[in-house]
């Protein structure tokens, strides 16, 4: 376990009758730790052969050095050694905590995680795609679904997998007595791999914003599937020689950004964290992490700047990981709900890219009572609006549509009464289908006007949608509800109230016979 390699013969050891400066190596077996532990010169680094977890090379030394001394005073070369021998600790990851564990957990463990909760995460894609596809979120859209209710649908409906999956994930480690989870508290573990699973979910919430084919979530799953193992397993290779990118102050700003909005980096950074203490040897002043190494284990690290000069820089600590985590989530459902009104074509009217700063946005009716009020005489735009209002009817002046080159509605103009039946007939190529989209809100007019109820077709399209009924071509309807749970979902977005739904529900399931009787 402990040699001594003296650099001289015994020949050299003395010049006349004056002793030389002695030097040797001590040479220690450090089981379980990736430290090269030697002893130069004895003497000089005696502190540094007390940095030993053993112990025994510390009296190996102690008694060389005292063999030493008595020889430079002439007192002979021997030395009485007292050393207590015991059982030398095991190999950790090889013989306590075997071989697959040491290599799966300690080694590969954020590999084999971020590839796990990747593949669930693709489920999320998977699932707003084919939702997409099924033309649901347009059809849904025109019926009065508000934005932000849909993204928070899907934010809040993947919270509690991923809470029971990362509790179960935790507490099956506890029970399988796998070392990175027994020497860690709980909450730790649980809180890194829920939030890991939110931010993946978060992220490819955000890719399904604007991805609607299924082919293409093949393409795109694989491609930040790729980024993410090969980003962590060349921070892994690079991290295992020293030169890992440091997340902090002086990271440089693409590797702070890659590595901010990088769910898997912040996960890997705390498991790694956390593995490293866990697969100490026994004999290990520390190894058992808690909470607290959240807050108070950050490392010094130095750089050279453009002028060579040394830069004594610190990274974040451990605990920013999860903080980071959490706002990754808000960061990529916001974006979602962002891109998945600005790039809709086809799926209900598009916004533009500044459309949060607009103040009809957040508050349709108030706008539209102040564009109401701003009629001035002559204005045949204004007139035709405050008729529709009045008249509770629908209004069209020279309304026209085109896309690129092509002009599909041209200069159309109608008007509709209340309580009247229209059929619009046409041969195909003429519009038909182009002026009830454009009606309904997921065409807008490339120009002329329409008012519905005195609502502009252009400006107040939520507002349209909460009070316009539209019976699609394509079926509206989930697999997975029944009928009397349909109803209940539309009786929401027509904001019917919440004392009347059921009454409401069962006259309608009457009327068209669908009752339990």
């Not at 190494?293 to 060579?308: A, C, Q």
């Not at 069962?506 to 339990?516: G, I």
């Amino acid at each position: 376990g402990t040699g001594v390699i003296f650099k001289a013969s015994p020949s050299d050891w003395a010049v006349g009758d004056r002793p030389v400066e002695l030097a040797y190596e001590l040479w220690v077996n450090a089981t379980g730790n990736n430290v090269k532990r030697y002893v130069e010169n004895g003497l000089d680094n005696l502190a540094y052969a007390k940095a030993s977890i053993f112990g025994v090379d510390e009296a190996v030394q102690q008694a060389v050095d005292a063999a030493i001394i008595g020889h430079k005073a002439g007192l002979g070369a021997s030395a009485d050694m007292q050393l207590a021998v015991s059982r030398f600790p095991e190999e950790v990851g090889i013989s306590t905590v075997g071989v697959f564990e040491f290599v799966a957990i300690a080694m590969f463990g954020e590999m084999f995680m971020t590839l796990g909760c990747s593949l669930a995460a693709i489920l999320v894609l998977q699932n707003i795609a084919s939702e997409k596809e099924a033309k649901l979120l347009g059809n849904l859209r025109v019926v009065g679904l508000r934005e932000w209710a849909h993204w928070l649908s899907w934010a809040m409906c993947y919270v509690v997998p991923c809470m029971v999956s990362a509790a179960l994930a935790t507490s099956l480690g506890i029970y399988l007595e796998v070392r990175i989870y027994t020497n860690c508290d709980f909450l730790v573990m649980f809180l890194n791999m829920f939030l890991f699973l939110q931010a993946m979910s978060a992220l490819y919430t955000f890719l399904g914003s604007f991805v609607s084919r299924n082919r293409i979530v093949v393409l795109v799953s694989m491609l930040f599937l790729f980024l993410s193992m090969f980003s962590t397993l060349i921070l892994k290779i690079l991290d295992g020689g020293g030169q890992g990118y440091k997340y902090g102050e002086g990271s440089g700003l693409f590797w702070w950004t890659f590595m901010s909005i990088s769910p898997w980096f912040h996960f890997n950074r705390i498991w790694s964290a956390v593995a490293e203490v866990a697969y100490q040897p026994d004999t290990a002043d520390i190894h058992y992490f808690t909470t607290a190494f959240l807050s108070n284990s950050t490392s010094e690290y130095t750089e050279l700047d453009e002028r060579g000069q040394v830069l004594e820089l610190q990274e974040y600590e451990l605990g920013t990981s999860l903080w980071v985590q959490a706002v990754v989530v808000l960061l990529y459902n916001f974006l979602a709900w962002w891109t998945g009104q600005v790039f809709s074509a086809g799926d209900g009217s598009s916004q533009p890219a500044y459309f949060c700063f607009m103040p009809r946005y957040w508050f349709p009716s108030i706008e539209a009572s102040k564009r109401a009020k701003t009629v001035v005489q002559d204005d045949t735009i204004g007139a035709e609006k405050a008729q529709s209002a009045a008249d509770q009817s629908v209004r069209c002046y020279k309304l026209s549509k085109a896309f690129a080159e092509e002009t599909a509605l041209k200069e159309f103009s109608m008007s509709v009464e209340r309580d009247a039946l229209c059929a619009i007939l046409g041969a195909n190529g003429a519009g038909k289908s182009t002026l009830i989209k454009t009606l309904i809100g997921i065409h807008p007019p490339t120009h002329g006007s329409a008012f519905i109820f005195g609502l502009d077709v252009a400006a107040d399209v939520a507002d349209l949608q909460r009070i316009m009924g539209v019976c699609s071509q394509d079926d509206l309807l989930w697999l997975e509800l029944t009928a009397r749970e349909h109803l209940r979902i539309y009786a929401r977005l027509k904001a019917i109230p919440t004392g009347k739904i059921e009454k409401e529900i069962d006259r309608v399931l009457e009327d068209v016979s669908l009752t339990d009787d």
